[in-house]
Structure formats: structure tokens, C-alpha cells
């Protein structure tokens, strides 16, 4: 990829532009900085291997081989676990568990909690009862909430989606109301709510926009929290269960072994923080493009 | 001050009422019937009614909550009906060992916060304030459980000068328990104490440019004076609130900081209780989790009312 000047965009970029909706245009134009560029080539490297582990390595993450717990060698660039099994293997079928949790549970959760913040719309009482609602959830700091659900639930994939799911809320419905109580007592609001503008295309038009670059940002910073509270979850143990891998659980398991085999937990520690480097470059660039103007 | 309070109170009565809530509502959100499940193998209908109502269970949620809420309020927190023991008294053996590990962390991000803060807010040196800022976005962003990681592996598999595994009370054995406690109370207090070293760098930098900094460098107060006596005091109020507020990330680290350390504290206590499906247990340390962030925050609110007359009187204007 060519480094395009951000004062003089190239020629592709303006074409772009011209058909793109200019907001998502903006949020595009992160990808071209410095570091919007090499976080999305770490998690598309990550993405890739997830999505391609059945054809990589076609023999699943449960094939165990004759030693156990040796380290780093050319065949098994991590090593083996304690059955055996190459935690290399194990590390890319894991990142499926963690990548499936959290380009699934964040963008949900933004955009529920956008609607949850603009609900005061429809009307003043269920906009500040929802907020009522969401302040609870900021009560249960993180692993807490994950701790109730799982109690709830039963360990697995379904607490863990919750947990950052429920977790991230209150973040986004704080910043869709706050645009909401600035923006309704605006007279270009009111004037447009006198000229007969739907309140649908209101809330749109109008009010949206002023919170969709604090949403999004906020978005890709929850996506880094949420790879954490997946592996912290796991590491004490209530995440996804055995034999299935995930980061955090590889990590688990590999405490247990680190005075025999140290090595064990370093692969899955690197992946974890591919992980959350290239989520933390990719907020970083958003927060820039965002506010560049 | 009572007056200050009095305004605080609806809020938090609020929280902790709703938390109670959920915390009641845990084990009769969850699938299956606890009194089945605690009937044994082969339950026979008559077993389980008896179970049923030995629990409490065959009475309207309403008489249940306010019996387990009123209990608590006098101390009686219930029975685990897996251990077989009071829930007060599971607590008890286990409160020590969370409580050293809190007290020793919070202490080391005081500590730690404020010196890095002061250090990275009085350099006025490019190159010394970018190795700050370079050092401080590290320690914010690696979460508890990856310092530690990092820390047992240089300092207890490779070097093996600190133990990794277990715990000494420090209360019994000084010398021994400090050696358990330091690898797990570092790997808690290094984020936070970024987060704190950051806000009160960045207030400091901010106060610096107040007018009264410039009035006290014309009457010819020394450098050392105007950054202690002016500087800080007035940048202290952000750093106050952000180590209030970390207390309660920090209890919840706690969770996956004993898990790691093998330390048999509240944090063990409620993993096992929720592998278990003990709910008797959990919803007591649940609640006493919300209970422990909300003192944090009152207590936070009071130094800060005490630090500055606006926040007690009420912004009236």
C-alpha cells in the first residue's frame, strides 16, 4: 500500500469519496495512517487464520502427538501442550473462539446501546429508566458481571457474548442520550420537528450524527476489553470448556505447567497481544481520523 | 459535611438496593432446581419438598428477599448448603489473605501513581517526558493478568527469586508473607497506577499554566516550592477521585490475580462457589464487592469535599 499524503488525498480516495457517504468515508481514511494500516494487517493476518484453520491444518486441535510438554522446536514452532497436542494448532483454533466473541458481541452491543440511548425519544421516562438500568450494569465492574452470568448460564461461549455484550452498553447509551438531550433543544431540531420530519428520520439526520464518532471509537476500544475479559474469564477458569481452545484457556492451562514447561504460555501470550495491539492501533486510528477536520 | 451526604445518599441507597436485587435473583435465574440438585442422586419427591422447605423456597420471593436481606443485616449471611458451613464463616477464613493483597496493591498504586505523576508532571525535558508518556501508555494498557504472566516468568521461573505459588499471611510470618504477596500485588497495582500517574501529570501540566503559578515565580518562590506547594496541591483532587475509582477494578482483578498466584482468598471463594453452583455464598460476595466500590466512592467523595469547599457547598450557581 502506497503512503497516500492525508493533506492531498490520491486520486482512488477522491474517486471513493465522491460515491462513499462521507461518514463512512471518514472512518475509512483511518486505515490509511501509519497505524490504522498496521493494525489492520495484524488482525487480518489473525482473521485469515481463524477463518482458515480447518484447511491449515485439517487434522483439528485435538490430535495428540508422542511428547509432552517440550518446547519451542521447528516442527512445533509454540511446542506441545501436556497431551501433546502443538499449541501452535491449539493458539489459531482459539482465536476463532475469541474473534467469533468479539466482532459478533461489540457491534452488537454498540448499536443496542445507541438505541437504548436514544429511546428517550419515544419518551422522556423510558429513556431515563433505561439509563437507571445501565448505570446497575456500570456497579458490577467487569469480570463481576462475567462472574454473575456465568453462575447464571453455566461456563461457555454464551456468558462470555453476554459479558461483552451487557458490558459495553452503558458506555454507548451514555453517549447516544447525551447527543439526544443536546441536540432536541436545538431550534433546527424543533424547527424540523414543526416542518413534519419523522421522527425516525430525525433521530437519523439529526441527533446521530453527533454521537456516531464517540460510538465507534468507543466501539474498537471495547473490542480490545473484550479480549481481556475473555482471557480473564478463562484464566480463572469459566470460559469456554475443555477441549475447546480459546487464548485465555490456553493460558489457563498453561500456568498450571509454568515451572515444568515456561514456554507454554509465551505462544498464547503473543497471540493475545497481537490481539489486543492490533484492536488498540485500530481505535487509535479512528480517534485521529475522527478528529481530523 | 452531613448535608453533603444527605444529598449522596438517594444514589447510592439506589445501586445497592438494585444490586441486592440482582444478586438475589442469581440462583432463580439460573436453570434446574437448587433443591433437586442438592437432594443427591436419587431424589424422591418427599426428600426434595423437605430441602424446599427447609430453604425457604416454597414462600413468595417477596417474604424470601426481605428474610435474606434482614439476615444480613444482622450479621447472619446465610449457610452454604454445599460446604455444609456458614457463609460468614467461609468469609472469615478467606478475608485476610484478599484484604492483604488489596491493602498492599492499593498502597503500591498511591505510592507508585504519585511518584511517576510528580516525576512525569515537573519535567519540563522533551526527551524525558516522552520516555514518561511512552512508559506510562505501556503500563495502562497491559492488563493485570499479562504483568503477571510477565512477572512470574522473569522473576519466578527464570530467576526464581520470588515464590509464584501459594501464600504466607503476612500478619503471621512478616518476612515470608511479603515475599508470597509482591509478585501479585505488582502485577494488580501496575495499571492503575498509570492511570493515576497520567491524570495527575496531565492536571499538573494544566495548573502550571494558572496565573498563580506565574504570581509565585514573580515573588520568587523556589522551583522545588512552586511544584510541591502550588502545583501539586491544587492537581491532587483527579488523582484522588482516579485511585477511588481503581479500587473497585482492582477487587475485581483480585478474582483473576488469586487464581493466578494459587492465593485461597474471596476471589477463589467465589470462582469455586460458581463451579459449584453455590449461590448462597456468591450472592454474598457479590454484593459485598458493590458494597466495598461504593464505600470507595463515598469515601473518594468525602476527601474530595474535604480538598475543596465547591464540591461540599453544591454548585448553587
Redesign the interface.
Known amino acids: 500500500m502506497t503512503d497516500v499524503p492525508l493533506s492531498a488525498p490520491g486520486a482512488t480516495a477522491a474517486k471513493a469519496r465522491r460515491r462513499l457517504n462521507p461518514t463512512l468515508a471518514r472512518y475509512l481514511s483511518a486505515f490509511r495512517t501509519p497505524r490504522g494500516v498496521v493494525g489492520l494487517s495484524i488482525l487480518g493476518v489473525l482473521v485469515l487464520a481463524a477463518l482458515l484453520a480447518p484447511v491449515l491444518f485439517p487434522g483439528g486441535y485435538d490430535q495428540q502427538g508422542p511428547n509432552a510438554l517440550t518446547g519451542p522446536s521447528a516442527q512445533h514452532i509454540f511446542g506441545v501442550d501436556e497431551f501433546g497436542r502443538d499449541i501452535f494448532i491449539r493458539s489459531v483454533y482459539g482465536l476463532r473462539v475469541d474473534l467469533s466473541l468479539i466482532l459478533t458481541a461489540v457491534p452488537l452491543s454498540m448499536a443496542l446501546g445507541t438505541l437504548i440511548g436514544l429511546s428517550g425519544a419515544i419518551s422522556e421516562w423510558l429513556g431515563a429508566g433505561l439509563q437507571r438500568v445501565l448505570d446497575v450494569i456500570i456497579g458490577f465492574p467487569g469480570l463481576i458481571l462475567g462472574v454473575c452470568l456465568v453462575a447464571i448460564l453455566g461456563p461457555g461461549w454464551l456468558p462470555l457474548f453476554l459479558t461483552i455484550l451487557l458490558g459495553g452498553l452503558p458506555t454507548a447509551g451514555r453517549q447516544a442520550r447525551s447527543a439526544w438531550l443536546t441536540q432536541q433543544g436545538r431550534e433546527y431540531v424543533l424547527a424540523a420537528r414543526v416542518l413534519g420530519v419523522p421522527r425516525r428520520q430525525l433521530l437519523v439526520r439529526h441527533v446521530l450524527p453527533n454521537a456516531m464518532d464517540a460510538i465507534v471509537v468507543n466501539g474498537a476500544v471495547w473490542m480490545v476489553i473484550g479480549v481481556y475479559i475473555e482471557a480473564g474469564l478463562s484464566i480463572v477458569g469459566l470460559g469456554v470448556q475443555p477441549p475447546t481452545p480459546s487464548i485465555g484457556v490456553l493460558l489457563n492451562n498453561g500456568l498450571r505447567f509454568v515451572t515444568q514447561a515456561p514456554t507454554y504460555i509465551i505462544g498464547p501470550g503473543v497471540v493475545l497481544l497481537l490481539l489486543s495491539v492490533g484492536f488498540s492501533l485500530l481505535s487509535d486510528a479512528l480517534n485521529e481520523a475522527v478528529n481530523r477536520r | 459535611m452531613i448535608r453533603f451526604m444527605m444529598r449522596k445518599a438517594p444514589s447510592v441507597v ?2 445497592l438496593f ?2 441486592s436485587i ?1 444478586a438475589f435473583a ?1 440462583p432463580r ?2 436453570p434446574g432446581d437448587v433443591a433437586v440438585s442438592l437432594a443427591g442422586t436419587d431424589p424422591t419427591p418427599a426428600n426434595v419438598a423437605a430441602i424446599r422447605g427447609e430453604l425457604g423456597l416454597d414462600r413468595s420471593p417477596v417474604v424470601q428477599y426481605w428474610d435474606w436481606i434482614s439476615g444480613l443485616f444482622h450479621g447472619d449471611l446465610g449457610q452454604s448448603y454445599r460446604l455444609h458451613r456458614s457463609v460468614a464463616s467461609l468469609i472469615g477464613d478467606r478475608l485476610e489473605s484478599t484484604v492483604e493483597l488489596a491493602v498492599f496493591a492499593t498502597l503500591l498504586v498511591i505510592v507508585a501513581g504519585t511518584v511517576l505523576g510528580v516525576l512525569a508532571g515537573s519535567t519540563r525535558r522533551r526527551w524525558t517526558r516522552v520516555t514518561f508518556d511512552l512508559g506510562n501508555s505501556f503500563l495502562v ?1 497491559t ?1 493485570a ?2 504483568t503477571a ?1 510477565a512477572l ?2 522473569i522473576f ?3 530467576h526464581r527469586w520470588l515464590p ?1 505459588s501459594g501464600e504466607v499471611s503476612v500478619l503471621e510470618n512478616p518476612a515470608i508473607g511479603i515475599q508470597y504477596l509482591t509478585l501479585p500485588a505488582v502485577a494488580l497495582a501496575l495499571s492503575p497506577s498509570g492511570i493515576v500517574a497520567r491524570l495527575l501529570q496531565t492536571e499538573m501540566t494544566r495548573v502550571r499554566n494558572e496565573d498563580y503559578v506565574d504570581l509565585a515565580l514573580a515573588k520568587g518562590a523556589s522551583a522545588k516550592r512552586i511544584t510541591l506547594r502550588h502545583v501539586l496541591r491544587n492537581s491532587f483532587g483527579t488523582a484522588v477521585v482516579s485511585i477511588g475509582l481503581e479500587i ?2 482492582l ?3 483480585a ?2 490475580i488469586e ?2 498466584f494459587n492465593r485461597n482468598g474471596l ?1 477463589q471463594l ?2 469455586s462457589s ?2 459449584s ?1 453455590d ?1 448462597t455464598v ?1 450472592q454474598v460476595l ?1 454484593l459485598g ?2 458494597f466495598v ?2 464505600i470507595c466512592q463515598i469515601v473518594t467523595e468525602m476527601v474530595l469535599a474535604t480538598l475543596d469547599p465547591r464540591i461540599r457547598l453544591g454548585d448553587q450557581s
Do not use: D, E, N
Request: hydrophobic share 75%.
Open positions: 439506589f445501586v438494585a444490586s440482582v442469581l435465574l439460573a494498557a492488563p493478568f499479562l504472566l512470574i516468568l519466578g521461573v527464570y509464584v473497585g477494578t477487587l475485581a482483578g478474582v483473576i487464581s493466578i476471589g467465589a470462582v460458581v463451579q453452583r449461590f456468591l457479590i464487592v458493590v466500590a461504593v
